[in-house]
């Protein structure tokens, strides 16, 4: 099935009852993809729920379906977050675009000392915002249940805070060990990756300290927009979602 939308307010409906699509999502449905009554789309709220069925009105700026079934899905166990430095470009949005696609949980934007791009002022609001439309859009595309969630922008010694309670690993080429070798438990992962210049030494030693493994995906070195997404498919089959 091509066409998924979402509709946060959403909640779970029998079969026969009627799901919605109101405002850009429905004009969205019906002036660009041009869906029209009798056709089937999925409907989903971002948080698990996923109800599908049949067209029975379409205009401007409401569509209806006729729920013919309805799935509610678990969130995954340990789950997975991609702490992204802020990249030059789009590096950094490709990255969370590509790893919400892959099934990350959540995303953590991340000033590193090399970080190129900055998000100072005005500019912290408008990126949040930037990347909850990227993950957003990215989760309709690949039909995920769950939109994952944008954390707050944390400076590396934030970052470092967040491995007393989860199994912390940063992607490096200097790793002491491959990412396939490692075992895992019950904790979430984090996944950190640094800018296009690298994580910075003083960064590494930091992150050590709070617990962090310094890894390696393999014997090339991955642009930042490569890394996560690579290690996140990795990780997918290590934890058996895939």
């Known amino acids: 099935m091509a066409h998924f939308y979402l509709n946060e307010d959403l909640t779970a409906l029998a079969v026969g009852s009627t799901a919605e699509l109101v405002g850009a999502e429905a004009r969205h449905a019906v002036t660009v993809s041009r869906l029209q009554v009798g056709e089937r789309v ?3 709220n971002g948080a698990g729920l996923r109800v599908v069925g049949s067209i029975t009105h379409a205009e401007h700026a409401l569509l209806q379906i006729e729920v013919e079934g309805v799935t509610q899905e678990t969130v995954s166990s340990p789950g997975i977050w991609l ?3 802020l990249a030059k470009g789009d ?3 490709m990255a969370i675009q590509a790893a919400t696609e892959l099934g990350v949980d959540g995303v953590i934007p991340w000033t590193a000392q090399r970080s190129i791009s900055r998000w100072e002022g005005a500019k912290v609001a408008k990126g949040h915002a930037r990347w909850e439309a990227i993950v957003r859009e990215a989760t309709k595309q690949s039909i995920r249940a769950f ?3 944008v954390g707050e922008l944390v400076s590396t010694k934030q ?6 309670s989860t199994r912390m690993i940063v992607l490096d080429p200097t790793g002491e060990q491959a990412l396939t070798d490692l075992e895992f438990d019950d904790r979430d992962v984090v996944l950190v990756v640094g800018p296009e210049g690298g994580v910075a030494p003083s960064e590494l030693d930091l992150l050590r300290s709070a617990g962090a493994g310094v890894v390696r995906l393999g014997s090339t070195v991955l642009r930042t927009s490569t890394a996560g997404p690579a290690a996140i498919a990795v990780l997918n089959a290590k934890l058996g979602r895939w």
């Not at 970052?159 to 007393?164: I, N, P, S, Y």
């Open 42 to 44: 999925e409907i989903g």
């Open 83 to 85: 702490a992204q430095a």
């Open 91 to 93: 590096r950094d949005e």
């Open 147 to 149: 939109i994952p969630e």
């Open 159 to 164: 970052l470092a805070a967040l491995g007393a």
